[in-house]
């Protein structure tokens, strides 16, 4: 398994403003994830985070806007740019183990963001 | 594009009662994970099933696989008002996950 933390667990911010939020998994992995939940909803994946290179965008999410880190195996940050009232969300951080040929997903306590 | 379907989307039950949630998809999954979130909390994993047919059991919750590995089902007994929550299926194909829209359980003491 892997425990994962997230820093902030909330905040409150302006529209126009950005917020970093980071993401520490307490073992090595391959693969670390970032999605948004809107209250009461389920998960859509935001990007997945590559050590190294450039993070993999999903469909209707760009760098611009969500512009994220990873600069080792246990470690990302995920930014949310110049926001808007339509950015709140929670945001949950996922690192993948892998099982033999399988695999198991697990997810941070997440961020909830309110832009005002 | 793959979707996964859960049934009900709500469910308000008494204490005791027992309950099935459904998932089904018309995609093969390689495994299927269900995960259960409180408020204001990130999803936990319950089990991850990735044989077809395959039944897990973690005390009063009981889950499996379809033969096809298309559809999945959680069943809880004996329902107490701890199993409260979201309860959300994930389909596993290639390197990322398809979660389904959850189930909204409420166990009323």
């Known amino acids: 398994s892997a425990v994962i933390s997230q820093k902030p667990s909330r905040d409150i911010c302006q529209r126009g403003t950005s917020l970093t939020i980071q993401c520490q998994v307490d073992?090595?992995?391959?693969?670390m994830f970032w999605y948004r939940q809107q209250p009461g909803q389920s998960l859509t994946l935001i990007a997945t985070a590559n050590q190294g290179s450039e993070a993999t965008y999903e469909s209707g999410f760009v760098i611009d806007k969500f512009p994220i880190s990873r600069p080792n195996l246990t470690f990302s940050t995920l930014t949310v740019s110049n926001m808007s009232p339509e950015d709140s969300s929670i945001y949950l951080c996922?690192?993948?183990?892998?099982?033999?040929?399988?695999?198991?997903?697990?997810f941070g306590p997440g961020t909830r963001l309110t832009v005002t | 594009t793959q979707l996964l379907e859960q049934s009900p989307q709500f469910l308000s039950i008494q204490e005791g009662e027992n309950l099935t949630v459904y998932c089904n998809s018309s995609s093969v999954f390689s495994s299927l994970q269900w995960y259960r979130q409180e408020p204001g909390e990130g999803p936990v994993l319950l089990v991850t099933v990735v044989t077809g047919g395959e039944v897990k059991k973690l005390k009063r919750l009981t889950f499996q696989f379809g033969d096809a590995r298309k559809d999945s089902s959680l069943h809880i007994t004996a329902a107490q008002p701890g199993d409260t929550g979201l309860y959300l299926c994930a389909g596993g194909s290639n390197y990322k996950l398809t979660f389904g829209k959850g189930t909204l359980l409420t166990v009323n003491p």
């Open positions: 996922s690192a993948k183990i892998t099982l033999g040929s399988n695999y198991e997903q697990y």
């Open positions: 073992s090595q992995v391959t693969m």
